[in-house]
């Protein structure tokens, strides 16, 4: 049963880690698609304006290595200028009333539908997934657009009884301020609009700073919430090359301007991020790796966990933070669960360009992927484990936290495996977690605070407490 294994899997990693085709014109391979030109930017997007640089950067196709075109490349001057931006907006936009931001914020989505088509388009040019899933994942950026704007209402303060018979103590809810949004590629609208929403909606104005890989979808929402009509210096993005990524980086965590660092990425990076924060003592959200579990348990229904398992491992061709990356199987269960799972990935991953409607599994995003996933991603170790304490200390044996999954249909496993698993996100019965309704964050080293959900917006809001007295 082993050896079956890992002659399939063999097979599936050969396939997923084919190497692109050889540089040509880029022309006689895009066949059906183009880059929509009325939503594709080039310049970075600061106090309402689209800016040159002296110096631009190139934006490939992961699929076929072909350049898509070139945009600016920001540095020092173009993030403390942006900053600025947002700065000198911020105080008009704190203090319009939260029904004008809630309308001005659901015009955004609704642009994001109408334009859905040309948005999956760029995110597959850029990031080389599946269009289908290019479009779901348009869908599920555009939702948190929906449900912010709609949040944006429901910003409730307090009134605490005081001790005191002529005091009255009130409690007020107040934007941050300036808020840094550093993304990563892997969902290069959706990372986006989770952290925007949330700060758009409690007042705050925001300098986002894509990944190198995937700036072309920062900017078409950016050419989107202009037409929204969200007011100049609200929103602005400074694209950057991996080379000035560093510099701006540190610019948007120490200017003292900025209140507020939301970062999606490494847990390296975010250590990084989070020294640079301490000096001028920011708040800071941050969504960084994970190593996710997979659990099955004697009791699963095997077909439900094997198609999980194969949502949960290969979504986005591996490359998101919720990935499983640890298989754990009970003994009883473990054969059989290890041969459908091998005869699933055979059968059901199919590699190509993400343009190709066949196509399950598109490239990699760049050179440094796929190195690595010749060590992590495709190579899978099923282990196999006897009780459920061993599953849960193996499962816990790791300093991050994000998200775990197991599969079994006993009631009080669940709750005694869901209760004690060390993550911020648990899959019962389902390998795919995340929803706009639903917080999403990790504990230990998976980083600080929550995004989505009716908690998103509270990473974006002080607390004042008002004391009247002598009344």
């Not at 070139?70 to 704190?94: L, Y």
């Not at 300036?178 to 969902?187: E, G, L, Q, R, Y």
């Not at 998200?403 to 079994?408: H, K, L």
């Not at 002080?462 to 002598?470: D, H, V, W």
Request: proline share 6%; with cysteine.
């Amino acid at each position: 049963m082993a050896s079956l294994l890992r002659r399939r899997v063999a097979a599936a990693r050969r396939l997923l880690l084919l190497p692109p085709p050889p540089p040509g014109p880029a022309a006689a391979r895009r066949g059906s698609w183009a880059l929509p030109a009325a939503l594709v930017r080039r310049g970075a997007l600061v106090g309402g304006r689209w800016v040159e640089t002296p110096a631009a950067f190139p934006v490939r196709d992961p699929a076929s290595g072909d350049e898509l075109g070139r945009v600016a490349d920001c540095g020092e001057a173009e993030a403390r200028a942006a900053v600025r931006a947002a700065h000198e907006a911020g105080a008009a936009w704190g203090r319009l009333p939260a029904k004008e931001r809630s309308a001005l914020i659901r015009r955004w989505y609704e642009l994001m539908i109408e334009r859905k088509k040309d948005l999956a388009t760029i995110i597959t040019a850029e990031n080389g997934k599946p269009l289908k899933e290019a479009e779901g994942e348009v869908l599920y950026s555009a939702s948190f657009l929906e449900w912010f704007a709609e949040e944006a209402r429901r910003v409730y303060g307090d009134v605490i009884p005081a001790s005191a018979k002529d005091r009255r103590i009130l409690v007020l809810k107040q934007p941050v301020g300036v808020a840094a949004v550093i993304t990563p590629w892997n969902f290069p609208s959706a990372m986006i609009t989770r952290k925007v929403g949330a700060a758009l909606a409690a007042g705050c104005t925001v300098v986002v700073k894509p990944a190198e890989d995937t700036p072309l979808s920062a900017l078409a929402l950016g050419e989107l919430a202009n037409q929204a009509g969200i007011p100049a210096g609200v929103y602005n993005v400074v694209p950057c090359s991996r080379q000035q990524a560093p510099a701006v980086g540190e610019v948007l965590c120490t200017d003292p301007l900025v209140a507020k660092i939301s970062f999606t990425g490494s847990t390296a990076t975010g250590k990084i991020l989070l020294k640079h924060a301490a000096g001028t003592v920011k708040r800071v959200s941050m969504e960084l790796g994970g190593h996710a579990p997979f659990i099955v348990f004697d009791s699963a229904d095997v077909d439900r966990a094997v198609a999980g398992a194969l949502a949960s491992k290969y979504r986005n061709s591996g490359q998101t933070c919720v990935c499983t990356n640890r298989f754990l199987v009970q003994k009883g269960i473990h054969d059989k669960f290890v041969e459908r799972f091998a005869k699933a990935i055979e059968s059901e991953l199919r590699v190509g360009s993400g343009f190709d409607a066949k196509t399950t599994q598109g490239p990699l995003i760049n050179e440094k992927a796929v190195e690595k996933a010749s060590f992590v991603f495709f190579f899978l170790h099923i282990n196999r484990f006897d009780t459920e304490a061993e599953a849960i200390a193996i499962a816990n044996a790791a300093d991050v936290g994000l998200a775990g999954y197991f599969y079994s249909q006993d009631p009080a496993q669940i709750w005694r495996v869901a209760e004690q698993l060390e993550v911020g996100m648990v899959g019962v019965n389902e390998g795919i977690v995340s929803s706009v309704e639903s917080p999403f964050g990790g504990i230990k080293q998976s980083g600080i605070g929550r995004e989505g959900s009716k908690y998103g917006i509270d990473e974006y809001l002080e607390i004042k407490y008002i004391c009247f007295g002598g009344l």
